[in-house]
């Protein structure tokens, strides 16, 4: 009976947290006070002070002290919540702390109006771009390959360089390295974009392709266009008779499909992009040289895909193995340190002990103003469980409280850990666990690093568990780290990024023309 009346109660809560839209979308396109955003700007600073780690690692108290009031002062007249966003965001650039972000709210749909925007793709979306000399490039088009090598002039009447000039004091890198920034561009331009205006029927875009200019207007279309094709094309061949495939032929479609599925489980197939997370190849027809592309630590069945790749350079005494981090953004540590034990030579010890601002930073994280309700309701049904895990992990040493991760405690190599000759390929987007993976491998001598500085700082990074707060008034959301990660390894001066021992940035040219100029000196130097 107390159960039943438990998950009533559960049941009134998530039906009075449903805000309506309309109410929501009122609050985000009117004006906010002076007092109600100044409120805001107390209240995430407030949050920062309690629960980042390291906030001041980058810059002393009084300076952001000082930038916050400066930032209280400078709001003199009310505004929207994206007005207020982009005035905060700069301020909270300046910790240079890669992994806080900020998010201005954007207009919800009702559940019919979603139904129908998710039959439809904006045309935009389908676009790539590389930011080279200061200028934005179509790197790639799923739709129209004519676009690829076109510089971005103007977007609905607003100079290009004027809007990456606004995006780059919006975010920053880890500490004082600038390589992150121009790179972050190169995947992120459409977020950040996406962010500033939000929805967006059509796109106006004003290309330079050589010397000429031509403008293209981008629209919302439907997904199913394609498919729509299709079936005109089968309605017309209906009178051509089709065989019907025999019972082995079934069985061999089934086969196939079911490897496929595998396949994608291991590899992590991103249906977005339809790449893989992970690949896996040799250069040549001898396997004297493999090289391993690692697009993120994130989806996919991790330790099948390593587990494999590595069992197969040990049958084959494969001497030469290249791990490409470029563009490698991060993701799970559970993952780094499983394929670190891959790489390693000797016993290791692969991150110091966490440090935290809470005896319990899981419960701090679950219970975020700006979680889901039904998140909030499930840790607090298991909080004696949480709370008690947390209790045992987390220590106090030196008036400041530790985390104790698993990846903290000595561990050794795998058997048929890798032997030969080790690249790295890393570049300005190689960020937090990537970071952190190169940071082991370079402080042990392990391979040789091959492209540029990485975004992530070789000292460590917060991350790990995050806490993500809703402004009370203007509801723009802070992203706040929890979790100081960090490796045994450390150098000076603090809050630069793993650094290569042959620096090499691929140009415009090497990109359009898909020359891989790292690769390209690896594979000289194995013939060396």
């Not at 920062?48 to 709001?75: A, C, E, G, M, T």
């Not at 490796?487 to 793993?498: L, N, Q, S, Y």
Request: glycine share 6%; hydrophobic share 35%.
């Amino acid at each position: 009976m107390k159960l039943h009346f438990f998950w009533f109660l559960v049941l009134i809560v998530l039906f009075q947290s449903c805000g309506s839209t309309k109410k929501h979308n009122e609050i985000v396109t009117s004006l906010h006070s002076v007092d109600a955003l100044r409120v805001d700007v107390d209240a995430v600073y407030n949050q920062f002070q309690k629960h980042h780690p390291r906030l001041y690692q980058y810059i002393s108290k009084d300076d952001l002290d000082f930038k916050f009031d400066s930032l209280k002062n400078s709001i003199t007249k009310p505004l929207t919540s994206h007005d207020f966003y982009e005035k905060l965001a700069p301020v909270l650039a300046e910790i240079r702390q890669g992994h806080i972000s900020l998010s201005p709210p954007q207009i919800e749909f009702t559940k019919k109006e979603r139904k129908v925007l998710r039959k439809e793709k904006f045309e935009f979306y389908d676009l790539n771009f590389n930011y080279f000399d200061n200028k934005l490039r179509v790197s790639e088009s799923k739709s129209d390959s004519l676009l690829v090598g076109s510089q971005v002039i103007m977007l609905n009447d607003e100079p290009a360089t004027d809007l990456i000039q606004k995006y780059q004091t919006l975010y920053a890198s880890d500490g004082f390295n600038t390589t992150l920034h121009d790179r972050y561009l190169n995947l992120g331009f459409q977020k950040l974009y996406a962010r500033d205006k939000g929805f967006l029927d059509s796109l106006s875009v004003t290309f330079k392709q050589k010397d000429s200019l031509y403008t293209k207007i981008f629209k919302r279309v439907q997904k199913d266009s394609t498919a729509k094709k299709a079936d005109a094309l089968k309605q017309e061949n209906d009178s051509i008779k089709v065989v019907k495939p025999t019972k082995a032929e079934r069985l061999a479609k089934r086969e196939k499909a079911k490897a496929l599925r595998a396949k994608n489980k291991i590899f992590g197939f991103e249906g977005s992009s339809g790449k893989y997370t992970r690949n896996f190849n040799f250069v040549d027809i001898d396997s004297t040289v493999a090289i391993m592309k690692i697009r993120g630590f994130g989806n996919g069945q991790f330790k099948k895909f390593y587990r494999q790749s590595f069992e197969q350079l040990d049958s084959l005494k494969t001497p030469n193995l290249i791990i490409d981090l470029r563009d490698n953004g991060g993701g799970r540590l559970d993952e780094i340190f499983y394929l670190y034990r891959y790489l390693a030579q000797e016993d290791f010890q692969f991150i110091n002990r966490s440090e935290v601002n809470s005896r319990l930073p899981f419960m701090v994280f679950a219970m975020s103003n700006g979680n889901p309700l039904g998140m909030k309701i499930v840790a607090a049904i298991l909080s004696p469980f949480i709370v008690t895990h947390n209790l045992i992990k987390t220590k106090k040493l030196n008036d400041k409280f530790y985390y104790k991760f698993r990846y903290a405690k000595t561990k050794s190599p795998f058997e048929n850990n890798f032997k030969g000759k080790l690249y790295v390929l890393i570049n300005g987007n190689s960020f937090s666990a990537s970071s952190i993976l190169s940071t082991n491998i370079q402080a042990n001598n392990l391979a040789t690093f091959v492209g540029e500085e990485t975004g992530g700082a070789y000292n460590g990074t917060v991350a790990g568990l995050f806490r993500n707060y809703k402004l009370p008034n203007s509801r723009v959301r802070a992203r706040i780290g929890l979790m100081q990660i960090d490796a045994p390894h450390k150098v000076e001066p603090d809050g630069f990024g793993v650094k290569p021992d042959m620096p090499i940035i691929p140009t415009w040219d090497d990109v359009f023309n898909d020359r891989d100029p790292e690769v390209e000196w690896i594979l000289e130097d194995t013939k060396k």
